[in-house]
Protein backbone atom coordinates (compact mmCIF):
# COMPACT_ATOMS: atom_id res chain seq x y z
CA UNK A 1 0.00 0.00 0.00
CA UNK A 2 1.28 3.33 -0.96
CA UNK A 3 -0.22 6.69 -0.85
CA UNK A 4 -3.29 8.01 -2.83
CA UNK A 5 -3.00 11.49 -4.71
CA UNK A 6 -6.09 12.97 -5.69
CA UNK A 7 -6.40 15.10 -8.66
CA UNK A 8 -9.28 17.46 -8.87
CA UNK A 9 -11.08 18.09 -11.96
CA UNK A 10 -9.53 21.38 -13.44
CA UNK A 11 -6.15 19.85 -13.22
CA UNK A 12 -6.56 16.57 -14.86
CA UNK A 13 -5.92 18.08 -18.49
CA UNK A 14 -2.51 17.18 -17.21
CA UNK A 15 -3.14 13.85 -16.31
CA UNK A 16 -4.70 12.53 -19.18
CA UNK A 17 -8.33 12.65 -16.77
CA UNK A 18 -6.97 10.17 -14.56
CA UNK A 19 -8.45 11.41 -11.23
CA UNK A 20 -6.72 9.34 -9.27
CA UNK A 21 -2.64 7.96 -8.62
CA UNK A 22 -1.42 5.55 -6.38
CA UNK A 23 2.68 5.55 -5.80
CA UNK A 24 4.60 4.66 -3.03
CA UNK A 25 6.48 7.99 -1.31
CA UNK A 26 7.69 9.04 1.68
CA UNK A 27 7.25 12.74 1.21
CA UNK A 28 5.03 15.13 -0.63
CA UNK A 29 7.75 16.26 -2.92
CA UNK A 30 9.02 12.34 -3.78
CA UNK A 31 5.12 11.93 -4.47
CA UNK A 32 4.82 14.65 -6.85
CA UNK A 33 7.87 13.25 -8.25
CA UNK A 34 6.64 10.57 -8.77
CA UNK A 35 3.42 11.67 -10.39
CA UNK A 36 5.41 13.86 -12.84
CA UNK A 37 7.55 10.45 -13.91
CA UNK A 38 4.09 8.86 -14.97
CA UNK A 39 2.49 12.04 -16.31
CA UNK A 40 5.43 14.49 -17.38
CA UNK A 41 2.72 17.35 -18.23
CA UNK A 42 1.54 17.43 -14.67
CA UNK A 43 4.99 18.79 -13.88
CA UNK A 44 4.11 21.83 -16.00
CA UNK A 45 1.12 22.23 -14.43
CA UNK A 46 2.46 22.08 -10.90
CA UNK A 47 5.75 24.11 -10.81
CA UNK A 48 7.07 27.24 -12.63
CA UNK A 49 10.69 27.46 -14.90
CA UNK A 50 12.29 27.52 -11.48
CA UNK A 51 10.49 24.07 -10.26
CA UNK A 52 9.02 25.97 -7.19
CA UNK A 53 5.22 24.77 -6.97
CA UNK A 54 2.76 27.14 -8.89
CA UNK A 55 0.89 29.50 -6.10
CA UNK A 56 -2.55 28.39 -7.57
CA UNK A 57 -2.50 24.87 -6.51
CA UNK A 58 -3.11 23.68 -3.01
CA UNK A 59 -2.38 20.48 -1.53
CA UNK A 60 -3.31 18.91 1.09
CA UNK A 61 -2.21 15.80 2.98
CA UNK A 62 -5.47 14.13 4.65
CA UNK A 63 -7.40 17.00 4.49
CA UNK A 64 -4.54 19.43 6.06
CA UNK A 65 -3.18 21.82 3.93
CA UNK A 66 0.63 21.10 3.82
CA UNK A 67 1.67 25.14 4.46
CA UNK A 68 0.51 24.34 7.82
CA UNK A 69 2.80 21.03 7.99
CA UNK A 70 6.10 20.67 6.16
CA UNK A 71 5.61 22.16 3.16
CA UNK A 72 6.85 19.66 0.28
CA UNK A 73 9.15 18.14 2.83
CA UNK A 74 5.96 16.91 4.55
CA UNK A 75 6.28 12.91 6.03
CA UNK A 76 3.67 10.51 4.14
CA UNK A 77 3.09 6.96 5.92
CA UNK A 78 0.70 4.33 4.05
CA UNK A 79 -2.87 4.84 3.31
CA UNK A 80 -2.27 9.06 3.19
CA UNK A 81 -4.05 10.87 1.05
CA UNK A 82 -2.82 13.69 -1.00
CA UNK A 83 -5.14 16.00 -2.34
CA UNK A 84 -4.13 18.39 -5.19
CA UNK A 85 -6.95 21.61 -6.30
CA UNK A 86 -6.25 24.53 -7.90
CA UNK A 87 -6.90 27.45 -5.34
CA UNK A 88 -9.67 29.67 -6.87
CA UNK A 89 -8.99 32.54 -6.25
CA UNK A 90 -11.53 35.64 -5.58
CA UNK A 91 -13.29 36.49 -9.21
CA UNK A 92 -12.23 33.13 -10.60
CA UNK A 93 -15.87 31.56 -10.40
CA UNK A 94 -17.84 32.20 -13.14
CA UNK A 95 -21.27 33.60 -12.83
CA UNK A 96 -24.03 31.72 -14.03
CA UNK A 97 -25.52 35.07 -15.47
CA UNK A 98 -24.64 36.04 -18.86
CA UNK A 99 -23.87 39.52 -19.15
CA UNK A 100 -26.60 40.27 -21.39
CA UNK A 101 -28.95 38.90 -18.45
CA UNK A 102 -26.85 41.04 -16.54
CA UNK A 103 -26.94 44.36 -18.52
CA UNK A 104 -31.05 44.14 -18.95
CA UNK A 105 -31.34 44.79 -15.21
CA UNK A 106 -32.39 48.64 -14.11
CA UNK A 107 -31.59 49.38 -10.84
CA UNK A 108 -34.07 52.30 -9.77
CA UNK A 109 -33.06 54.65 -6.88
CA UNK A 110 -35.11 53.16 -4.44
CA UNK A 111 -33.38 49.99 -4.97
CA UNK A 112 -30.02 51.81 -4.72
CA UNK A 113 -30.97 51.85 -1.25
CA UNK A 114 -32.17 49.03 -0.33
CA UNK A 115 -29.12 47.17 -1.72
CA UNK A 116 -26.68 49.67 -0.38
CA UNK A 117 -24.93 46.95 1.73
CA UNK A 118 -23.80 44.96 -1.40
CA UNK A 119 -23.22 47.64 -3.60
CA UNK A 120 -20.83 48.88 -1.05
CA UNK A 121 -18.95 46.01 -1.38
CA UNK A 122 -16.19 45.93 -4.35
CA UNK A 123 -16.97 41.78 -4.81
CA UNK A 124 -20.67 42.32 -5.66
CA UNK A 125 -20.84 46.56 -6.25
CA UNK A 126 -23.48 46.84 -8.96
CA UNK A 127 -22.67 44.40 -11.91
CA UNK A 128 -22.82 41.35 -9.11
CA UNK A 129 -26.16 42.82 -7.38
CA UNK A 130 -27.48 43.40 -11.13
CA UNK A 131 -26.46 39.41 -11.39
CA UNK A 132 -28.28 38.91 -8.00
CA UNK A 133 -31.56 40.76 -9.13
CA UNK A 134 -31.37 38.40 -12.99
CA UNK A 135 -31.04 35.54 -10.88
CA UNK A 136 -33.92 32.86 -10.73
CA UNK A 137 -33.47 30.46 -7.76
CA UNK A 138 -34.93 27.04 -7.52
CA UNK A 139 -35.68 26.28 -3.45
CA UNK A 140 -36.74 22.54 -2.93
CA UNK A 141 -38.21 21.86 0.61
CA UNK A 142 -39.66 24.81 2.42
CA UNK A 143 -38.23 24.10 5.91
CA UNK A 144 -36.05 25.19 8.51
CA UNK A 145 -33.05 25.50 5.98
CA UNK A 146 -34.95 26.13 3.05
CA UNK A 147 -37.24 29.10 4.71
CA UNK A 148 -33.86 30.78 6.10
CA UNK A 149 -32.44 30.52 2.16
CA UNK A 150 -35.92 31.84 0.95
CA UNK A 151 -36.04 34.83 3.35
CA UNK A 152 -32.28 35.77 2.55
CA UNK A 153 -32.08 35.55 -0.86
CA UNK A 154 -35.32 37.50 -1.03
CA UNK A 155 -33.95 40.23 0.83
CA UNK A 156 -31.25 39.92 -1.20
CA UNK A 157 -33.37 40.89 -4.44
CA UNK A 158 -33.16 37.62 -6.43
CA UNK A 159 -35.25 38.07 -9.34
CA UNK A 160 -37.39 35.12 -9.14
CA UNK A 161 -37.97 32.66 -6.38
CA UNK A 162 -39.09 29.36 -7.33
CA UNK A 163 -40.31 27.15 -3.43
CA UNK A 164 -41.42 23.68 -3.94
CA UNK A 165 -42.73 21.90 -1.62
CA UNK A 166 -45.95 19.73 -1.12
CA UNK A 167 -46.36 20.03 2.76
CA UNK A 168 -48.27 22.21 5.19
CA UNK A 169 -47.50 23.87 7.71
CA UNK A 170 -47.19 22.13 11.77
CA UNK A 171 -47.01 22.92 14.69
CA UNK A 172 -44.15 21.31 15.39
CA UNK A 173 -42.20 22.66 12.78
CA UNK A 174 -42.40 26.23 13.88
CA UNK A 175 -39.55 26.41 16.58
CA UNK A 176 -36.78 26.09 13.54
CA UNK A 177 -38.98 27.17 10.53
CA UNK A 178 -39.31 30.54 11.28
CA UNK A 179 -40.06 31.54 7.64
CA UNK A 180 -43.92 29.98 8.74
CA UNK A 181 -45.72 31.54 12.02
CA UNK A 182 -48.47 30.28 13.88
CA UNK A 183 -51.46 31.57 11.90
CA UNK A 184 -50.03 29.68 8.60
CA UNK A 185 -50.59 26.24 10.62
CA UNK A 186 -51.99 23.75 8.16
CA UNK A 187 -51.74 26.05 5.36
CA UNK A 188 -49.04 25.05 2.32
CA UNK A 189 -45.54 25.79 3.34
CA UNK A 190 -45.02 27.07 -0.22
CA UNK A 191 -47.83 29.83 -0.11
CA UNK A 192 -47.17 30.56 3.44
CA UNK A 193 -43.23 31.09 2.00
CA UNK A 194 -44.50 32.41 -0.76
CA UNK A 195 -46.73 35.40 1.09
CA UNK A 196 -43.66 36.11 3.34
CA UNK A 197 -41.20 36.91 0.78
CA UNK A 198 -43.69 39.27 -0.69
CA UNK A 199 -43.90 41.31 2.77
CA UNK A 200 -40.18 41.02 2.33
CA UNK A 201 -39.13 42.37 -0.65
CA UNK A 202 -42.03 42.88 -3.49
CA UNK A 203 -39.73 43.24 -6.03
CA UNK A 204 -39.22 39.54 -6.01
CA UNK A 205 -41.46 37.28 -8.45
CA UNK A 206 -42.20 34.33 -6.11
CA UNK A 207 -43.32 30.87 -7.95
CA UNK A 208 -44.62 28.20 -6.25
CA UNK A 209 -44.72 23.94 -6.74
CA UNK A 210 -47.24 22.74 -4.38
CA UNK A 211 -47.03 18.78 -6.31
CA UNK A 212 -43.98 16.21 -5.20
CA UNK A 213 -40.70 16.59 -6.83
CA UNK A 214 -40.61 13.07 -8.88
CA UNK A 215 -39.50 12.20 -12.41
CA UNK A 216 -42.15 13.54 -14.54
CA UNK A 217 -42.05 17.21 -13.46
CA UNK A 218 -38.26 18.12 -12.09
CA UNK A 219 -37.17 18.88 -15.43
CA UNK A 220 -39.48 20.80 -16.24
CA UNK A 221 -39.40 22.78 -13.71
CA UNK A 222 -35.33 22.91 -13.21
CA UNK A 223 -35.40 24.54 -16.44
CA UNK A 224 -36.78 27.70 -16.04
CA UNK A 225 -33.86 28.11 -13.19
CA UNK A 226 -29.69 28.97 -13.19
CA UNK A 227 -29.38 27.37 -9.33
CA UNK A 228 -31.46 24.46 -7.72
CA UNK A 229 -30.97 24.67 -3.93
CA UNK A 230 -31.66 21.55 -2.18
CA UNK A 231 -33.11 21.93 1.23
CA UNK A 232 -34.57 18.47 1.39
CA UNK A 233 -34.68 16.27 4.01
CA UNK A 234 -35.42 12.91 1.74
CA UNK A 235 -32.72 10.68 -0.07
CA UNK A 236 -35.37 10.29 -2.97
CA UNK A 237 -36.02 13.76 -3.61
CA UNK A 238 -31.96 14.44 -3.37
CA UNK A 239 -30.84 11.70 -6.03
CA UNK A 240 -33.54 13.04 -7.89
CA UNK A 241 -32.41 16.71 -7.80
CA UNK A 242 -28.82 16.15 -7.93
CA UNK A 243 -29.45 13.61 -11.36
CA UNK A 244 -31.77 16.40 -12.76
CA UNK A 245 -29.25 18.83 -11.71
CA UNK A 246 -26.07 16.84 -13.30
CA UNK A 247 -28.11 15.90 -16.18
CA UNK A 248 -29.37 19.83 -17.25
CA UNK A 249 -26.02 21.74 -15.99
CA UNK A 250 -27.65 23.51 -13.24
CA UNK A 251 -25.63 24.01 -9.92
CA UNK A 252 -27.36 22.18 -6.68
CA UNK A 253 -26.28 24.46 -3.53
CA UNK A 254 -27.02 21.23 -1.08
CA UNK A 255 -27.26 21.62 2.80
CA UNK A 256 -28.44 19.22 5.56
CA UNK A 257 -28.51 18.55 9.36
CA UNK A 258 -28.89 16.51 12.39
CA UNK A 259 -29.37 17.58 15.27
CA UNK A 260 -25.91 19.58 16.26
CA UNK A 261 -24.14 19.20 12.40
CA UNK A 262 -24.55 20.66 9.21
CA UNK A 263 -23.17 19.93 5.74
CA UNK A 264 -23.26 22.06 2.91
CA UNK A 265 -21.89 21.42 -0.40
CA UNK A 266 -22.24 22.79 -4.36
CA UNK A 267 -23.08 19.70 -6.80
CA UNK A 268 -23.34 19.46 -10.24
CA UNK A 269 -20.98 22.24 -11.84
CA UNK A 270 -18.38 21.33 -14.29
CA UNK A 271 -16.10 21.11 -11.61
CA UNK A 272 -17.65 19.58 -8.89
CA UNK A 273 -19.36 15.90 -7.98
CA UNK A 274 -23.19 15.22 -8.15
CA UNK A 275 -24.93 13.75 -4.80
CA UNK A 276 -24.46 10.45 -6.11
CA UNK A 277 -20.66 10.57 -6.87
CA UNK A 278 -20.11 11.17 -2.94
CA UNK A 279 -23.09 8.67 -2.13
CA UNK A 280 -23.71 5.91 -4.84
CA UNK A 281 -26.11 4.46 -2.72
CA UNK A 282 -28.66 5.31 -0.22
CA UNK A 283 -28.49 4.32 3.67
CA UNK A 284 -31.25 1.74 4.11
CA UNK A 285 -34.62 3.12 4.43
CA UNK A 286 -35.47 4.09 8.14
CA UNK A 287 -32.33 3.89 9.41
CA UNK A 288 -31.28 7.49 9.22
CA UNK A 289 -33.74 9.58 11.20
CA UNK A 290 -35.94 12.39 9.91
CA UNK A 291 -35.06 15.86 11.49
CA UNK A 292 -38.42 15.94 12.53
CA UNK A 293 -37.64 12.58 14.88
CA UNK A 294 -34.06 12.94 15.72
CA UNK A 295 -34.07 16.72 16.89
CA UNK A 296 -32.49 19.98 15.44
CA UNK A 297 -30.37 22.53 17.59
CA UNK A 298 -32.24 25.58 16.93
CA UNK A 299 -29.67 27.61 15.76
CA UNK A 300 -28.51 25.56 12.91
CA UNK A 301 -30.76 26.11 10.05
CA UNK A 302 -29.95 29.57 10.77
CA UNK A 303 -26.10 29.19 10.25
CA UNK A 304 -26.27 26.42 7.38
CA UNK A 305 -28.94 28.43 5.28
CA UNK A 306 -27.04 30.96 5.54
CA UNK A 307 -23.84 29.37 4.52
CA UNK A 308 -25.80 27.90 1.36
CA UNK A 309 -27.12 31.55 0.87
CA UNK A 310 -23.77 32.34 0.71
CA UNK A 311 -22.82 29.93 -1.92
CA UNK A 312 -25.97 31.14 -3.85
CA UNK A 313 -24.71 34.37 -4.21
CA UNK A 314 -20.93 33.68 -4.83
CA UNK A 315 -22.54 31.60 -8.39
CA UNK A 316 -24.86 34.12 -9.44
CA UNK A 317 -22.06 37.19 -8.82
CA UNK A 318 -19.26 34.93 -9.55
CA UNK A 319 -16.97 36.11 -7.29
CA UNK A 320 -15.27 34.73 -4.31
CA UNK A 321 -14.67 30.92 -3.63
CA UNK A 322 -17.32 28.40 -3.74
CA UNK A 323 -17.80 25.62 -2.05
CA UNK A 324 -17.19 23.48 -5.43
CA UNK A 325 -14.82 20.57 -5.12
CA UNK A 326 -15.33 21.00 -1.22
CA UNK A 327 -17.55 20.42 1.33
CA UNK A 328 -18.36 22.11 5.00
CA UNK A 329 -19.44 19.69 7.60
CA UNK A 330 -19.35 22.08 10.95
CA UNK A 331 -20.27 20.57 14.45
CA UNK A 332 -22.07 23.80 15.92
CA UNK A 333 -22.33 22.75 19.44
CA UNK A 334 -18.75 21.91 19.82
CA UNK A 335 -17.94 24.59 17.42
CA UNK A 336 -15.74 22.66 15.02
CA UNK A 337 -15.36 22.26 11.22
CA UNK A 338 -13.78 20.47 8.80
CA UNK A 339 -13.36 21.23 5.13
CA UNK A 340 -13.43 18.11 2.85
CA UNK A 341 -12.83 17.79 -0.50
CA UNK A 342 -14.75 16.18 -2.69
CA UNK A 343 -14.39 14.70 -6.27
CA UNK A 344 -16.12 13.60 -8.98
CA UNK A 345 -16.29 9.61 -9.27
CA UNK A 346 -15.10 8.70 -12.74
CA UNK A 347 -17.70 5.50 -12.52
CA UNK A 348 -20.67 7.83 -11.39
CA UNK A 349 -23.85 6.41 -13.15
CA UNK A 350 -24.95 9.82 -13.92
CA UNK A 351 -21.85 12.28 -14.37
CA UNK A 352 -19.31 9.33 -14.59
CA UNK A 353 -17.12 8.50 -18.13
CA UNK A 354 -19.83 5.82 -18.65
CA UNK A 355 -22.99 7.06 -17.44
CA UNK A 356 -26.32 4.37 -17.42
CA UNK A 357 -28.58 7.06 -16.37
CA UNK A 358 -29.30 9.47 -19.06
CA UNK A 359 -32.72 10.96 -18.17
CA UNK A 360 -34.51 11.03 -14.38
CA UNK A 361 -36.96 8.58 -16.11
CA UNK A 362 -34.47 6.23 -15.90
CA UNK A 363 -34.54 5.08 -12.93
CA UNK A 364 -37.36 4.36 -10.15
CA UNK A 365 -36.42 7.01 -7.31
CA UNK A 366 -38.69 5.19 -4.51
CA UNK A 367 -37.37 1.90 -5.05
CA UNK A 368 -33.32 2.86 -5.50
CA UNK A 369 -33.76 4.14 -1.70
CA UNK A 370 -35.39 1.12 -0.50
CA UNK A 371 -38.97 2.39 -0.27
CA UNK A 372 -40.75 -0.02 -2.58
CA UNK A 373 -41.80 -3.48 -0.84
CA UNK A 374 -39.68 -6.14 -1.59
CA UNK A 375 -42.57 -8.34 -3.48
CA UNK A 376 -40.86 -11.51 -2.44
CA UNK A 377 -40.30 -10.50 1.52
CA UNK A 378 -42.98 -10.95 3.87
CA UNK A 379 -45.13 -8.24 4.39
CA UNK A 380 -45.09 -6.30 7.63
CA UNK A 381 -48.72 -5.92 8.93
CA UNK A 382 -49.55 -2.74 11.00
CA UNK A 383 -51.96 -2.03 13.62
CA UNK A 384 -53.64 1.05 13.60
CA UNK A 385 -53.43 3.09 17.18
CA UNK A 386 -57.37 2.41 17.95
CA UNK A 387 -56.89 -1.03 17.39
CA UNK A 388 -53.60 -0.96 19.95
CA UNK A 389 -55.80 1.34 22.33
CA UNK A 390 -58.40 -1.55 22.98
CA UNK A 391 -55.72 -4.46 23.04
CA UNK A 392 -54.18 -2.50 25.79
CA UNK A 393 -57.37 -2.07 27.58
CA UNK A 394 -58.99 -5.16 27.36
CA UNK A 395 -55.70 -6.58 29.31
CA UNK A 396 -55.20 -8.87 26.35
CA UNK A 397 -51.63 -10.62 26.60
CA UNK A 398 -49.67 -8.81 24.06
CA UNK A 399 -45.83 -7.52 24.02
CA UNK A 400 -45.34 -3.92 23.22
CA UNK A 401 -41.36 -3.38 22.45
CA UNK A 402 -40.41 0.72 22.33
CA UNK A 403 -37.74 0.75 19.99
CA UNK A 404 -36.88 4.87 20.91
CA UNK A 405 -34.00 5.92 22.52
CA UNK A 406 -33.80 6.80 26.51
CA UNK A 407 -34.30 10.31 25.61
CA UNK A 408 -37.25 10.28 23.59
CA UNK A 409 -38.87 8.05 26.09
CA UNK A 410 -38.83 10.92 28.48
CA UNK A 411 -40.52 13.03 26.28
CA UNK A 412 -43.37 10.71 25.40
CA UNK A 413 -43.40 8.04 28.40
CA UNK A 414 -45.14 4.73 27.00
CA UNK A 415 -45.82 2.57 30.49
CA UNK A 416 -45.97 -1.08 30.37
CA UNK A 417 -43.39 -1.45 27.33
CA UNK A 418 -40.62 -3.62 26.95
CA UNK A 419 -38.04 -0.91 26.07
CA UNK A 420 -35.47 -2.61 23.59
CA UNK A 421 -33.51 0.33 21.07
CA UNK A 422 -33.19 -1.40 17.58
CA UNK A 423 -29.29 -2.13 18.04
CA UNK A 424 -30.06 -4.67 21.07
CA UNK A 425 -32.97 -6.52 19.47
CA UNK A 426 -31.26 -9.56 17.67
CA UNK A 427 -29.30 -10.48 20.80
CA UNK A 428 -31.87 -9.74 23.27
CA UNK A 429 -34.61 -11.59 21.25
CA UNK A 430 -34.99 -14.18 24.15
CA UNK A 431 -37.06 -11.71 26.22
CA UNK A 432 -39.72 -12.04 23.25
CA UNK A 433 -42.69 -14.47 23.67
CA UNK A 434 -42.97 -16.08 20.11
CA UNK A 435 -46.69 -17.44 21.48
CA UNK A 436 -47.86 -13.27 21.68
CA UNK A 437 -48.42 -11.09 19.59
CA UNK A 438 -45.26 -8.51 19.54
CA UNK A 439 -46.19 -4.84 19.05
CA UNK A 440 -42.96 -2.56 18.05
CA UNK A 441 -43.89 0.98 18.34
CA UNK A 442 -41.45 4.27 17.94
CA UNK A 443 -41.69 7.98 17.05
CA UNK A 444 -43.05 8.13 13.69
CA UNK A 445 -43.14 4.39 12.36
CA UNK A 446 -40.18 3.71 10.23
CA UNK A 447 -37.86 2.43 12.91
CA UNK A 448 -40.23 0.20 14.01
CA UNK A 449 -40.48 -1.51 10.46
CA UNK A 450 -37.07 -1.69 10.12
CA UNK A 451 -37.04 -3.18 13.98
CA UNK A 452 -39.47 -5.89 12.69
CA UNK A 453 -36.87 -6.62 9.74
CA UNK A 454 -34.01 -7.10 11.96
CA UNK A 455 -35.29 -9.51 13.86
CA UNK A 456 -36.58 -11.27 11.17
CA UNK A 457 -33.06 -11.44 10.16
CA UNK A 458 -32.64 -12.28 13.41
CA UNK A 459 -33.94 -15.78 13.23
CA UNK A 460 -37.23 -14.71 14.91
CA UNK A 461 -40.64 -16.44 14.05
CA UNK A 462 -43.15 -15.11 16.25
CA UNK A 463 -45.93 -12.55 15.44
CA UNK A 464 -45.02 -9.26 14.93
CA UNK A 465 -46.82 -6.05 14.35
CA UNK A 466 -46.02 -1.99 13.53
CA UNK A 467 -47.86 0.61 15.10
CA UNK A 468 -48.44 2.89 12.32
CA UNK A 469 -47.55 6.28 11.83
CA UNK A 470 -45.81 5.96 15.43
CA UNK A 471 -46.55 7.51 18.50
CA UNK A 472 -46.49 10.42 17.17
CA UNK A 473 -50.37 10.09 16.15
CA UNK A 474 -51.60 7.43 18.98
CA UNK A 475 -50.72 10.21 21.71
CA UNK A 476 -54.34 10.84 22.14
CA UNK A 477 -55.99 7.58 21.36
CA UNK A 478 -53.76 5.25 23.34
CA UNK A 479 -53.95 6.53 26.63
CA UNK A 480 -56.18 9.65 26.43
CA UNK A 481 -56.42 10.44 29.97
CA UNK A 482 -53.98 13.11 31.35
CA UNK A 483 -50.53 11.87 32.86
CA UNK A 484 -50.34 9.26 30.85
CA UNK A 485 -47.84 11.29 28.77
CA UNK A 486 -45.71 13.25 29.64
ZN1 LIG B 1 -21.78 12.00 -10.27
Not at 265 to 288: E, K, Q, W
Not at 459 to 466: A, E, L
Request: with cysteine; glycine share 8%.
Amino acid sequence: MGVRIIIAASLRTFTNRTPEVEVQADTVSAALSALTDEYPEAARGLFDENGDLRGFVSIYVNDRDIRTLKGLGTKLSDGDEIYLLPAIAGGACESVISTERMKEVKIEDKEIRRYNNHLQLKEISIKGQKRIMAGRVLIAGIGALGGVVAERLAAAGVGTIGLADDREVLLDGLQVQTIHSSRDIDRPRAASARDRLKKLNPNVTTVTYQDKLSADNIEEIIEDYDIVVDATDSFVTRYLISDACALHNKPDVFGAMYQFEGFVTVLCTGDAPCYRCLYPSPPPAGIVPSCAASGVMNALPGIIGSLMEAEVLKLLTGSGEPLVGKAIRLDSWNLQYRMIHTASDPGCAVCGSAPSIRTVQDIDYEDFCGLREDPDEEPIEGIEAEELARRIMSEEKITIIDVREPHERAIRRFPGTLAIPIGQLARRQKELDPEVDTIFVCKEGKRSILAIRTLREAGYTGPMYNLKGGLENAAQIIFPHEGAWL
